[in-house]
């Protein structure tokens, strides 16, 4: 009772907030306008989480980045998203302080345990880095992508129909960027070299924006899968088909790839291959490539197909090109740089967030491509393991990968574990969308953007809480 009367009395402090200040800008006070949207804020992020967090995942594929817009330069979040998902990280802190809302069996889960180490060995380097400021802002913006995603996620999902709810949310809003996107591509007939632009402002670029649509690709597969209504499988497979068109035209190679991978990775699991004939394979594939290496490199440094040809099947050759693909030897020219700085600073590495500030110095000249810059000053490392490894040293990769090794043995485990036809389906469909991320994942990085962040996150939230309510099924059956 007391806690409807003051929602009821916030309600209307709002409201008539909203009312004053609108009048005040009669008087020339545009800025207050502020205060009734941060006052409107923080009702609903203290009394409805819930669709705060529904809110957040609609805007994700919709937000900008206003420091790529001249007149905000200064603003550096990606907008309503994070200053909305900082909201939520205190309010979470502040209830974990007050009273843990999360089952001692969620915090100690392998998964959980693994991004805590991940963030704690990331807060540690942040201490030892070259430039503290800048690390600390990363940390925090790591904080503010995990905690309400993942962990507001263990709770959110324990409800199952919201796993659904999430899952539509985040695809509806991201077929809208589809369309607006090949709406733009087809002005401009479909081009390859516009194909890089066209998403903007919503992506930057067109290798993050075929990243995220891979990660949802199986998802809506799933989903066509489980649908009985015919009006919904038409949706579905409406959907599928825009999906398609727009990985397609979004000419990422490593989107293609991924997918080709996330597809032999559904056989392997649902054929139930043993994990030792997967590793004698690659054992045999990795001893044989490095038997016969000067051979291959020779191979490759022939392969003159160049990304920028519209041909699929050339793109497709292009990604084996080293020998003349700026976009391929600028990658080897970052991973070499981040390997040299890992020599450099093999513990600590030289602080989360700083590689764009640091490699420069660590290129060597026989590296340098068209698109280089002598200030070092155009991007990140261009993969997710290689990043934390200059950044934060051996430990940093080493905590990466054991939160995707992870995920994924609890994610194929409790696959073969359930009964349920839709959580089933759900869960490998997550597990193969982020089986394309984190393969993609080795030749980009995105998860400092809340695109990336909030599937990725979410996803692999749906399968602990998942995994946590079939236990929770299993004990009650166990006792009565």
């Known amino acids: 009772m007391i806690a409807g009367k003051y929602q009821l009395v916030f309600f209307y402090f709002t409201v008539l907030s909203f009312c004053a200040v609108t009048t005040s800008l009669f008087f020339d006070f545009p800025l207050l306008i502020i205060l009734p949207i941060a006052l409107a804020t923080i009702y609903f992020v203290i009394f409805h989480l819930d669709y705060v967090f529904e809110f957040i995942v609609f805007c994700t594929p919709l937000s900008i980045n206003f420091e790529k817009l001249g007149d905000y330069g200064n603003i550096g979040f990606y907008l309503p998203t994070e200053p909305l998902l900082l909201c939520v990280t205190g309010l979470i802190i502040i209830r974990t302080l007050v009273k843990n809302r999360l089952p001692v069996s969620l915090l100690s889960h392998p998964v959980s345990m693994a991004i805590l180490f991940y963030l704690s060995w990331t807060f ?181 197909v160049e990304h920028t040809t519209e041909e699929f099947s050339e793109r497709l050759q292009s990604m084996s090109n080293v020998s003349s693909d700026a976009s391929n030897l600028e990658r080897l020219n970052r991973w070499s740089c981040a390997v040299e700085m890992f020599k450099e600073r093999p513990l600590f590495g030289f602080g989360p967030g700083t590689y764009a500030f640091q490699y420069a110095p660590f290129q060597h000249h026989e590296d340098l491509t068209i698109i280089s810059t002598n200030f070092g000053d155009a991007g990140n490392a261009h993969s997710e393991y290689l990043g934390p490894l200059s950044e934060s040293g051996l430990l940093g990769m080493v905590a990466i990968i054991l939160v995707v090794i992870s995920i994924f043995y609890t994610g194929i485990k409790l696959y073969y574990k359930l009964d349920d036809p839709w959580l089933k389906t759900i869960s490998i469909s997550c597990i193969l969308g982020l089986f394309t991320y984190f393969t993609h994942g080795i030749l980009n990085n995105y998860l400092d953007t809340d695109k990336a962040s909030v599937p990725v996150w979410g996803f692999a939230a749906i399968l602990i809480a998942i995994e946590y309510k079939f236990k929770q099924k299993k004990l009650k059956e166990t006792t009565t």
Request: charged share 15%; net charge positive; with cysteine.
């Open 124 to 304: 540690i380097t942040c201490l030892t880095s070259t430039d503290i400021v800048v690390s600390l802002k990363f940390f925090l913006s790591k904080l503010w992508f995990i905690l309400p995603v993942f962990y507001f996620g263990l709770v959110y999902f324990q409800n199952t129909k919201k796993i659904k709810r999430f899952v539509w949310i985040y695809i509806v809003s991201l077929s809208i960027i589809i369309l607006y996107t090949l709406i733009r591509h087809g002005m401009n007939n479909f081009g390859e070299d516009q194909g890089h632009w066209v998403m903007t402002p919503f992506f930057k670029d067109h290798t993050s924006y075929g990243a995220v649509l891979a990660l949802v690709f199986p998802v809506i597969c799933g989903l066509f899968t489980l649908a009985k209504d015919g009006v919904e499988r038409s949706l579905l497979g409406l959907l599928i088909a825009l999906f398609s068109i727009g990985i397609f035209f979004s000419y990422t190679r490593a989107s293609y790839l991924s997918l080709a991978g996330a597809l032999l990775l559904y056989f392997l699991i649902k054929y139930r291959i043993k994990l030792n004939y997967i590793l004698l394979v690659g054992v045999i594939f990795g001893s044989l490539t490095i038997l016969n290496w000067d051979r291959i490199w020779m191979d490759l440094k022939k392969n003159k």
